[in-house]
């Protein structure tokens, strides 16, 4: 049973995380995306991408296992051209989506939108990957959506336009998305598949007006709040990809306008678990887990969260979780980083693993820490998280021990 003992004198330590309660995992509604291939922060290959994964029963399987234990509901599944060249390997794939409950969305990618040049290709891809496929398999071997990630952003049109021009440029490739959008939805339409859902990633700065720095030629907040009134007309649903938020108050402020209005009810939340040394966004994957039960606790089934990616997910859990035989470390916090002792409102702060329970006690003497302030545990079996505990500093000095004991 390992034991820290945590003694808090004359001394400021720094407050880490917060952490707030989330649903039960039975109620979560996660997303995840699931790219053919991905290069991990450590420059290596993922094993967790879709080529290696799907047409491998046991790798098929542990996966879908772990969608099940982590509340995955939406895959959003790149296969490049496999529902063509190998239909029966991609529909076996779906079939056991769908056996565990998963909606399985084919992932659709690209940077160019343009109505003449490129949307051809993008309704040529649609044609062979989905509606041939989905016509020549089993419901139950289909797939249930269709998720677009076209990012204009990516274009040289986009990146190479003059700074004097730059606004409009980008003002008018947003139009050209919204138009790609709709000859999309009538493309599905007129192929009979009137009720396939179409979600689209977006990111969190194209709500942005100039006035407020954004680089988006917005003639007004009218013609923003227009043209986001237009995709909701024609999307299901979008991702709000929000990378570069590392703590619940930016992901939410960032998010806000997105999640009301025209997008009310249609918006879920975008992080990226790239967890390790800085520069990456996450030390651990305790930290990313943390923001992600904030947001969930907020924004519930309906907002839920949807993680890119399923490699760096995975990459995370594997390289930053801590191990059962790490010791406990615990450092005291409070509203503004630190509290004095003598005062009340700090909290103690640690890892928590699933599947243990954690009891903090309490005494004024080092050999005497008997007194049992409270018992937690993490909010799911199967996500890690920071954990904390409220305390209250009085006396000329206080000891504090946490103690982890499995959970039966």
Not at 197 to 217: E, N
Request: glycine residues 10%.
């Amino acid at each position: 049973m390992p034991i820290l003992p945590a003694r808090f004198g004359n001394r400021h330590l720094a407050a880490c995380f917060i952490s707030l309660v989330l649903p039960a995992s039975a109620e979560l509604h996660r997303g995840v995306w699931f790219w053919g291939s991905t290069t991990l922060p450590d420059a290596t290959s993922s094993p967790f991408g879709s080529i290696a994964v799907v047409g491998t029963a046991a790798a098929e399987d542990e996966t879908i296992t772990f969608f099940g234990l982590h509340g995955v509901k939406r895959v959003y599944g790149s296969y490049q051209n496999r529902p063509v060249s190998e239909p029966s390997v991609i529909a076996a794939w779906n079939t056991k989506l769908d056996v565990a409950g998963i909606s399985s969305q084919l992932l659709i990618d690209g940077v160019d939108v343009d109505l003449l040049d490129d949307v051809p290709s993008i309704l040529t891809k649609i044609t062979n990957r989905l509606i041939s496929f989905n016509a020549a398999v089993t419901p139950a071997s289909q797939f249930d959506a269709l998720h677009l990630d076209l990012e204009p952003q990516g274009s040289d049109e986009w990146s190479d336009a003059l700074p004097a021009v730059a606004p409009a440029v980008k003002r008018g490739l947003l139009q050209d998305l919204y138009i790609a959008y709709g000859a999309i939805r009538d493309h599905l339409d007129d192929a009979g598949l009137t009720t396939m859902p179409i979600y689209a990633d977006i990111p969190y700065t194209w709500d942005k007006l100039p006035v407020d720095g954004g680089s988006i030629g917005w003639a007004d907040a009218a013609d923003r709040d227009g043209w986001f009134a237009d995709i909701a007309g024609v999307l299901d649903g979008i991702s709000i990809m929000t990378f570069s938020k590392d703590t619940f108050p930016e992901v939410d402020t960032a998010t806000s306008y997105e999640r009301s209005g025209a997008l009310t009810g249609k918006a879920r939340v975008g992080i990226q678990p790239k967890c390790g040394p800085a520069p990456l966004l996450w030390p651990t994957i305790l930290h990313f887990n943390s923001v992600m039960n904030e947001c969930e606790a907020a924004y519930g089934p309906t907002g839920a969260t949807d993680l890119e990616n399923y490699a760096f997910w995975r990459h995370g859990i594997a390289t930053t979780l801590p191990s059962v035989g790490d010791p406990i470390i615990a450092t005291l916090g409070g509203s503004g980083g630190a509290i004095p002792w003598g005062t009340s409102g700090g909290v103690i702060i640690f890892d928590g693993l699933p599947g243990f329970l954690y009891t903090v006690r309490h005494g004024t003497d080092p050999g005497q820490i008997t007194q049992e302030v409270t018992s937690v545990r993490t909010t799911t079996d199967h996500d890690a998280e920071i954990l904390t505990v409220p305390v209250t500093a009085s006396g000329p000095r206080g000891f504090w021990r946490v103690e982890r004991m499995p959970d039966e």
